[in-house]
Structures are given as C-alpha cells and as structure tokens.
C-alpha cells in the first residue's frame, strides 16, 4: 500500500501563487505521480504527471503555462507550483500514484490517491 498525503492548499488572491505537496509513504515504489482537480460540482480533471525515474513531465494543455509539476525522489514527495491562480482554479486537488502507467491523464490508471487539499481563488 502507498499512503499519499497532500498539503499547500488554502485560500490566495487571484494572481497569486501556490505549492502543493504530497507526500508519498508505505510501499512507495510506483511508476509515475499526477495531479488532479475537482472543481465545485465537476468531474476530477487530470492536471499534470510525473515518471519517477526519468522525470518526464506531462500536463493537460489547459495548465501547461501555469502549473508545474516536480519530485524529489529522496523525500518521495511530488510537488505543483501553480501560479497566476484564478478563480477558477477553486477545487480540491488530488495526487495520485500509478503502479505500473507511467504518461496517462486517466484516473483509471492510478492505483492510490490522497485525500485532496482544498484550494479557493478569491476574484
């Protein structure tokens, strides 16, 4: 088993910044690490991803100017700067880990997840 735990989220000004954090423990061998969010009454949306041996990066082309996503393999933690934040950036974020896909933007493909961290863009 793989316990993700997210933290960074909160309530910032349209136009500012965040960093968002999870934290990965137990079993913590996994392919890859993403991102997803889930706005106010919406489906959860792919964000971006992470291969943890190369690095390789993936994001939706909605966020690819505003969010990025990186690791540090000796915390096994994953990390989403995003900036520029807009209110409709307002959702619950969620990490995820892929045991075995390593480059997918679908929630089918990830084995473990976090308990989200809420985040609220103020106009």
């Known amino acids: 088993q793989v316990q993700l735990v997210e933290s960074g989220g909160g309530l910032v000004q349209a136009g500012g910044s965040l960093r968002l954090s999870c934290a990965a423990s137990?079993?913590?061998?996994?392919?890859?690490m993403g991102w997803f969010f889930q706005p106010p009454g919406k489906e959860r949306e792919f964000v971006a991803g992470?291969?943890?041996?190369?690095?390789?990066?993936y994001y939706a082309d909605s966020v690819k100017d505003r969010f990025t996503i990186s690791r540090d393999s000796a915390k096994n933690t994953v990390y989403q700067q995003i900036n520029s934040l807009k209110p409709e950036d307002t959702a619950v974020y969620y990490c995820?880990?892929?045991?075995?896909?390593?480059?997918?933007?679908?929630?089918?493909?990830?084995?473990?997840w976090g308990q989200g961290t809420q985040v609220n863009v103020s106009s």
């Open positions: 995820a880990a892929a045991r075995l896909v390593s480059g997918s933007s679908s929630a089918e493909d990830y084995d473990y």
């Open positions: 137990g079993r913590t061998f996994s392919s890859s």
């Open positions: 992470i291969s943890w041996s190369t690095g390789r990066t």
